[in-house]
């Protein structure tokens, strides 16, 4: 299978700015580079799959390059919906060196910053080397830009565009770049620095766009209840990664294998075979949690995600790190307490209906405090009794649990 046909099957190719463009591929040896700004100190899973691409052409002979551009953050991308906020210049300096740092950690390629070489161009340069030759008629036609225009787009946001552009002229000049790979909703910018290269220098230049990776309902992969899935582990822990992962869609789940692991396509289907035939086990996605886990978390990370799963559900509370606790109690009722005799506690949560219960409940063994049973309605809870000096975990049965902090 060629690395075209491969991409294909994988489902990473959307738009292609050119037939010739497959031939090059499959030969190897272009420069590409894929990009991100950094509005925000750790990258989520959706960068994940997009620059899982550049290991992908890596390996097919191709040298990768990739961006982390300042000067964009510093004037934000339109998103078609509303502005953005301007971002603040120290802000967005820590989250360049914090997505340098982990750019190179997970994808170990040379970093560049679009800031180096756009932050001495003055203003008529500006409009005379790049702006006089894109069109408004051409910028307006861009899906993002006429979506937004509803609501109102600035000049600023307006002139993204070229700096993208700018961005694709100045790597091909310098660093002989000729393909800028991006998810789909860049196509509009990419698009603009092949027309600027193509009018400056007559240069043939290429782009490749990958769909965005959703979930059934087109939402962006990697964003649970409005929060990202971050990549930095102490963001988003490896327990809550594969929570997430484990918990995707039957129906979206080997679309995920193909775009986020490196297994073959044998392995793929080979999965997918014992998946459709066994959707309850969750073979696929835990395929994918293994995958992905001990990539970006480091070999081992999975199977101690898998422990702490296991270790919550037999109720081993004391043996899991606080954060990774509380991660997994996270949709259980939570109550605040300032400790006391334990039947009182258990009164003011909630958990037991009256003193009488509270104590018809611990002497049956009913209740278990922080994974231990105890029968002594008149416990002391303090600092001592919590986990962490703070939490107290009570199982009622065997599935119904409640969090207290005290306070």
Same mark, same amino acid.
């Given at each position: 299978?060629?690395?075209?046909?491969?991409?294909?099957?994988?489902?990473?190719?959307?738009?292609?700015?050119?037939?010739?463009?497959?031939?090059?591929?499959?030969?190897?040896?272009?420069?590409?580079?894929?990009?991100?700004?950094?509005?925000?100190?750790?990258?989520?899973?959706?960068?994940? *799959?997009?620059?899982?691409?550049?290991?992908?052409?890596?390996?097919?002979?191709?040298?990768?390059?990739?961006?982390?551009?300042?000067?964009?953050?510093?004037?934000?991308?339109?998103?078609?919906?509303? $502005?953005?906020?301007?971002?603040?210049?120290?802000?967005?300096?820590?989250?360049?060196?914090?997505?340098?740092?982990?750019?190179?950690?997970?994808?170990?390629?040379?970093?560049?910053?679009? !800031?180096?070489?756009?932050?001495?161009?003055?203003?008529?340069?500006?409009?005379?080397?790049?702006?006089?030759?894109? %069109?408004?008629?051409?910028?307006? *036609?861009?899906?993002?830009?006429?979506?937004?225009?509803?609501?109102?787009?600035?000049?600023?946001?307006?002139?993204?565009?070229?700096?993208?552009?700018?961005?694709?002229?100045?790597?091909? $000049?310098?660093?002989?770049?000729?393909?800028?790979?991006?998810?789909?909703?860049?196509?509009?910018?990419?698009?603009?620095?092949?027309?600027?290269?193509?009018?400056?220098?007559?240069? $043939?230049? !290429?782009?490749?766009?990958?769909?965005?990776?959703?979930?059934?309902?087109?939402?962006?992969?990697? =964003?649970?209840?409005? %929060?990202?899935?971050?990549?930095?582990?102490?963001?988003?822990?490896?327990?809550?990664?594969?929570?997430?992962?484990?918990?995707?869609?039957?129906?979206?789940?080997?679309?995920?294998? =193909?775009?986020?692991?490196?297994?073959?396509?044998?392995?793929?289907?080979?999965?997918?075979?014992?998946?459709?035939?066994?959707?309850?086990?969750?073979?696929?996605?835990?395929?994918?949690?293994?995958?992905?886990?001990?990539?970006?978390?480091?070999?081992?990370?999975?199977?101690?995600?898998?422990?702490? *799963?296991?270790?919550?559900?037999?109720?081993?509370?004391?043996?899991?790190?606080?954060?990774?606790?509380?991660?997994?109690?996270?949709?259980?009722?939570?109550?605040?307490?300032?400790?006391?005799?334990?039947?009182?506690?258990?009164?003011?949560?909630?958990?037991?209906?009256?003193?009488?219960?509270?104590?018809?409940?611990?002497?049956?063994?009913?209740?278990?405090?922080?994974?231990?049973?105890?029968?002594?309605?008149?416990?002391?809870?303090?600092?001592?009794?919590?986990?962490?000096?703070?939490?107290?975990?009570?199982?009622?049965?065997?599935?119904?649990?409640?969090?207290?902090?005290?306070?």
């Amino acid at each position: 299978m060629t690395l075209y046909e491969d991409l294909k099957w994988r489902g990473l190719i959307q738009d292609i700015s050119s037939p010739d463009l497959i031939e090059k591929l499959n030969a190897g040896g272009m420069t590409f580079y894929i990009g991100t700004d950094p509005t925000a100190d750790s990258l989520h899973l959706g960068h994940y *799959s997009s620059f899982l691409i550049t290991r992908r052409l890596a390996a097919a002979g191709h040298t990768p390059l990739l961006l982390v551009g300042m000067a964009t953050a510093l004037i934000g991308d339109p998103r078609g919906t509303v $502005e953005r906020k301007l971002s603040d210049r120290n802000e967005v300096m820590h989250n360049y060196d914090c997505l340098k740092t982990q750019l190179q950690k997970i994808f170990p390629y040379e970093v560049v910053n679009n !800031y180096d070489w756009v932050k001495d161009l003055n203003i008529i340069d500006f409009f005379r080397d790049y702006g006089k030759y894109i %069109n408004v008629g051409y910028m307006l *036609s861009k899906d993002l830009i006429r979506r937004q225009m509803e609501s109102g787009i600035s000049y600023a946001e307006f002139s993204y565009m070229l700096i993208q552009g700018l961005d694709f002229k100045y790597l091909h $000049e310098n660093r002989g770049v000729d393909l800028q790979v991006a998810g789909s909703d860049q196509w509009g910018n990419i698009t603009t620095g092949i027309e600027l290269i193509r009018k400056t220098t007559g240069d $043939e230049v !290429y782009a490749l766009t990958m769909p965005l990776v959703t979930d059934s309902h087109g939402n962006k992969f990697g =964003k649970s209840e409005g %929060n990202a899935v971050w990549l930095d582990k102490n963001k988003t822990s490896s327990y809550e990664l594969y929570q997430f992962l484990l918990n995707s869609e039957d129906s979206m789940v080997i679309e995920y294998l =193909k775009r986020l692991t490196f297994l073959s396509r044998e392995e793929i289907e080979a999965i997918e075979a014992e998946h459709h035939a066994a959707p309850e086990k969750r073979l696929a996605q835990k395929a994918l949690a293994r995958e992905i886990l001990n990539d970006l978390h480091g070999e081992g990370a999975y199977d101690e995600a898998v422990r702490i *799963s296991e270790q919550l559900f037999a109720g081993n509370i004391k043996e899991i790190p606080v954060r990774d606790l509380l991660i997994g109690l996270k949709n259980v009722p939570h109550f605040e307490t300032n400790g006391g005799a334990l039947a009182d506690v258990l009164v003011g949560a909630g958990v037991c209906a009256s003193k009488r219960e509270a104590r018809e409940f611990l002497s049956n063994g009913a209740l278990t405090i922080n994974g231990d049973v105890v029968k002594d309605p008149f416990l002391e809870i303090n600092a001592d009794a919590c986990i962490g000096g703070k939490y107290l975990v009570v199982r009622r049965g065997k599935k119904k649990y409640y969090v207290g902090e005290l306070v």
